[in-house]
């Protein structure tokens, strides 16, 4: 008994039952131990456990799935890791905010270690959702080897790797400015920064001179100057050689500081002399070390200003600011103010601005850990694609700074270095510290139990960096490790090639001796259709989950990566996925058509034969167009250009298959031949199939429905095409049911190219015809004569006669000297004459061609006059302006087009 189509395509009912029976199968676990397969792994960037799925996770793991079901099916033993990520700072502040709107209270109030038991509650409720969402989107992942970032065996991980670079004298801990949040309450690194473009003042300020006079400093930050120790000017700076030596009294609280040299100062910023801040200021930190300046702190860890900060105490730091300014002004110490394009810092959390912070945090050493991750890029063991991005990662491995990994957090991987409270009384902080990746009952030095951890956490991404190896059970020498070590390729956002890809390089090196992946593949940011990030802020997002629910996972999927040029950031429409949804509809209603001509044949099962033989032409072109589009796709995908495969496939199927073969295989249906049964029908649905194979990367759940739908109307050679072969390129001689390749015979592609000749000249008639028809508005089906140099004949005629509706196939030889209203045109086969007499009237269609281009260039002229009008163009909204300009282009298209028929009439007989 067939299975029958249904009249549409439902994803909703679909989509569900066609991934419960993949994973019921086991199609997405690896087989380790299986013989005579290569490996393909690929393991996901792990989302945070806080996070829906947004357009970036659905491009991002769409062309993850793509890759790892294509290698699936081109015989690989496939594995993608999934995981997630416990997202320190972004969790944290997810589980304060929800403590304080339903249980009232803030963290500190719970406490450590209630507070983090919270932090897990929370994780088991919500933390899978992200999962459930990827897995609604077609993700073939290995879902046995979920992988999360604060497992038992990986926060082992962390804490050997900690170790092991403490041990080696790479890790380090030191006072020095860092990026801080005052929301967050953290230490950042350079990575989590992300700067915008605000606009703000440079304030010139006037500091007196102890023995009379004032130096002027210019600053953004006036509320920094609370804790200035130096006003520092170039040494090349003749305008202030006089002032080199002097001492300055700093307002508010008459602190003398002297005037210094420096080459760091920039002669052209403000007035050229700056003021020092050590303590609030990266560069200043830098100065204040070189000069043995003091460092004076202003601010606590939340932004309000300390003791050191005089009358301004217990002021936020920007309201602090608001004072100073007002009392720099009482005091005639306010020169001017104006206004300054500013580049700030915020955290890329919370979106704080970021405060410059004298603080004490543990680093790594990156320097000695850089080597080899530049090596390998530099040699090409590390391949980027795009290329380009190769050049920015060496170039940011080249100035690499030491990485702040310390976080002043409660959630996260706790800092596995202890502190003897008996020997820090005894001989101070360097005896009483030890590391440990284990919990320690005693101290290892004096035995004494009076021990503590450090209370800070480590940075997300320390966990994140080992992630390749240590989620095959690193630091352990397992199985998993030696088979799937290292993988094939990455595939990540732009964004994050500093804070992960980079590290992962390093620490693959480092910790297992390899680099942890071949390739990196780098997508775009999905923006909206203007260009702007997406955010909920901007009201501008887009919901793909939403996409999922109402259209399918396959028409987000095919919209997503079609529109997605290799490594180009993808702008998106609000109703961006229509592409898609009307592909699906199109490939549903083709298959379901093929279901109608092989029941209307009576035919029980199509079989395959050994090898296509004995074919007529349109059979023949359409087995060499296919193996065209094989070849694209396959050279397409080895590259990582996955738009360019999918479009390829898009156009085969829809502008070839559908439009040509499917209407073809109708004047066969009419014939009802056996050749019908025993040719047409298996070319048919071999093509049929072998294209939704090629599909089924890109769009899964319909292709494997069609798929299952198609086993009981033809042989497929596998129960789920998930695991069928991928098509590779094989013309005529390819055995479909048994998936073999055999040698072309002498002459077969010889013989393809003259018969692909013959379809293509068919192709140009039939196309030729019905345009000119559709340009007089005559309906497809109504037959016209034509003539022709070398008249069609048998198979020929009979598709061009069904195709471009064809009465009477005509010689020029027969046409009269003087017949009216017949068009002719000069094709790659000869003149293609088609007369129109008694349909329409040629000459009169000239006249009103002629009249309406005319009324067009009309309308053109008074477009232009409003276009060229300085008043309009300044007056007018950009949305007039631009609506205007578009209606210019079209009017402009149409008026070309007019020309070219009238031309064309002009070339009649």
Known sequence: MKEKFPPQYDSRSI????????????????????????????????????????????????????????????GFNTLWVPGTDHAGIATQNVVEKNLLSEKKLSRKELGRERFIEEVWKWKEQYGSRIIFQLKKLGASC???????????????????????????????????????????GTALSDEEVEYRDEDSFLYYLRYPLIDGGFIQVATTRPETM???????????????????????????????????????????????????????DHADFDIGKRHNLPFVTVMDGEGVMNENAGMFKGLDRFKCREEIIKELEKAGLLARTEPYANRVGCCYRCGSVVEPYLSTQWFVNMKPLAKPAIEAAEKDILRFYPERWKKVYLNWLYEIKDWCISRQIWWGHRIPVWYCKRCIEKDGNEKGIFVSADKPDVCPVCGSDEIYQDPDVLDTWFSSWLWPFSVFGWPEKTKDLEVYYPTNTLVTAQEILFFWVARMVMAGYEFVGEVPFENVLIHGTVRDKTGKKMSKSLGNVIDPVKIIEDYGADSLRFSLISMTASGQDVFLSPTFYIKGRNFMNKVWNASRFISFIVEKAEVKRVEFPERFENLNFPELWILSELDKVIKVVNDSLECFRMNEALNSIYDFFWHTFCDWYLEISKVYQEQETEYLREKVLPVLLYVHLTVMKMLHPFTPFITEKIWQIFSSYCVTETESITVSRWPASFTLSYAPHLNLLSRKEKGEEKEMEKEGERMKE??????????????????????????????????????????????NFLSFDALADDAGNVLIKNLRQGRLGMSFEGIINISAERVKIIKEKGKLEGFLEKIDRKLNNPEFLEKAPEEVREKEKAKKQQLQESIENLKKDIEFLDAKR
């Not at 947004?54 to 290698?71: E, F, P, S, V, Y």
């Not at 046995?144 to 092991?164: G, I, P, Y």
């Not at 345009?771 to 497809?780: A, G, L």
């Open 142 to 184: 290995d879902w046995r080897r979920l992988r999360f970032t604060m497992d038992e065996k990986l926060s082992r991980a962390v804490n050997e790797a900690f170790v092991h670079l403490y041990n080696k004298g790479l890790i380090y801990k030191g006072e020095r400015i860092i990026h801080w949040c005052c929301r967050c």
């Open 226 to 280: 609370l804790g200035d120790t130096a006003v520092a000017v170039n040494p090349s700076d003749k305008r202030y050689k006089k002032f080199q030596g002097k001492k300055v009294k700093l307002p508010f609280v008459d602190r003398v500081i002297p005037v210094i040299t420096d080459a760091a100062v920039e002669k052209d910023f403000g007035t050229g002399a700056v003021k020092v801040t050590p303590a609030h």
């Open 762 to 807: 068919i192709i140009e008639i039939v196309t030729t015809i019905r345009d000119i028809k559709t340009r007089f508005s005559v309906p497809i089906v109504k037959p016209i004569d034509c003539y022709f140099d070398r008249k069609p004949e048998g198979l020929s005629a009979a598709l061009i006669s069904r195709l471009a509706g064809v009465g």
């Open 15 to 74: 989509e569900t039952g066609v991934y419960e029976f993949w994973e019921k199968k086991g199609f997405f676990s690896a087989e380790r131990h299986k013989k005579g397969r290569k490996k393909y792994v690929v393991v996901i960037p792990p989302p945070n456990i806080t996070g829906f799925l947004h357009m970036g996770h659905a491009l991002n793991n769409t062309i993850q799935d793509i890759i790892i079901r294509w290698k699936r099916m081109e």
